[in-house]
């Protein structure tokens, strides 16, 4: 049997997939970090190992590492950039796919495919909170929501409102001061959603938007953000049919596979 | 006559209130998201403790919330507040480095004090009070406290995010991987001194400088400003904090204006 692990260990969250020969995903986990990443790989470890029998690290068979913290996973066999992860788990899923907009926990990445699936460019922010997924955790808590609800209650906004400030600190006192203002939280929710959605429709625009177009990483789930973005652009993404937020991890499986393959030749 | 000046500020409102130019009272509260009601509460606490009616006083309001106040009262800009107050303090001064909460100002004033160019970094929260009390939060510093610690250093780290949210992590990242808190503190506080001399650079700053506002008081972030500047900050004689009120508060003494 063979066990070709990636491992993603992003800024908020860690994620791993398991695939055997057939690219089946034998087991996924999503985890918060621990605040060292090695514990982080440990407990996502801990968590799908048993589920797919394996008792010692030595019986998998391959490891990439990857995302931010992709330096501190002793077990990888290598180490590869999210931005061809997450082209390879997207070109896997939906070979049609020519831009994958991630929004990671830290930043936010445009990644441009060609038909093979291969990066022709990308982009990203990495320098500023905003259009991140942080900036949608920072505003979740100021409104006292989860995540989820900042998505869902933004559908429920009758009047769409929008924000001033870009600066995810200048954003939260502008919210603290609307709510003050007795604005209510379902217009808040569907301001930030669309302020959210801006920023990262920004920087797509400076390597350009090639359909089909998919969003990854734990953003996809927020359906206020999504919505907008597809309004913005006058476009259906492409969903796809595993979780968003593991489609990093996915691809360094896949490309464990690959590169185990081609050293056996 | 009394005079006051608040500065209704976006995390901070302060106050001073001037008889015969003498500081008779003055006070801080944080905004908490509510200038509305932190400004009830001073002007309450203005006419109640100085046993006063409304005719008996003139009031500026100052500051990025200044329109929020609950009373009528004559409005000024902070600028020029700032200005009013650092001139009336030390005349010789020419550049005003103030920060603020969320946004850092260089002024310049000539020597009638009067505001000849500004910069101000309002696009963004890095560099900033805000981004200090992130930091301080992360480090489980007051933020008071964060100068003094940073100073014990004998060996500044380096912070490479701009954005206060990413130092907020990288900070947090730090103190996980066991960093000394000091080495962490002063990293901060030079980064924060580096953006204000980058702001310092963009206007053509003349001696004597002046820094102001709560971080003034960051006896780092004033160290090496003033190594980066090879200069000395000279030392206002009230808390920096409360220059802009102060300011107002000179400006009520003129201005024959009835506040309420």
Redesign the interface.
Known sequence: MEYYVGIDIGSLTGKVVILNAENSILAEKVIPVKKLPINTVNTLLEEVLPKVGIKTFSEITYCVGTGYGRRKIPLANETISEITCHGTGAHHLISSVRTVIDIGGQDCKIIRLDAQGHLKNFIMNEKCAAGTGRYLEIMAETLGLTLDELGTLSLKAKNPLALASKCSIYARQEVMQLISDGIKKPALAAAINKAMAERVIALAEKVGLEKDIAVSGGVAKNIGVVSNMERMLGTQFKKFSVDPQIIGALGAALVAKKAYNKKKE | MLAAGIDLG?SYCKYIVLRESEIVLKGIYPIE?????ISKKVVNEIFSSLKIKGNEIKIVCTGRNRKKLAIKSQEMTEITCIAKGVYKLIPSIRTIVDVGA?TNKIIKINAEGRVMDYVIND????G?G??LELVAKALETDISKLGEKASLSNNPLSIS??????AE?EVIYLV??GKNESDIAAGVCNSIAGQLYSLLKRINMEADIALVGGVAKNVQIRRNLEERLNLPLKQLSIDPFYITAYGAALFATEIGVGAI
């Open positions: 976006s998201g509510d200038p509305q009601r969320l696009k963004c929260a890095s900033s805000m981004f995010n701009q954005c206060s949210i990413f992590s996980n991987e």
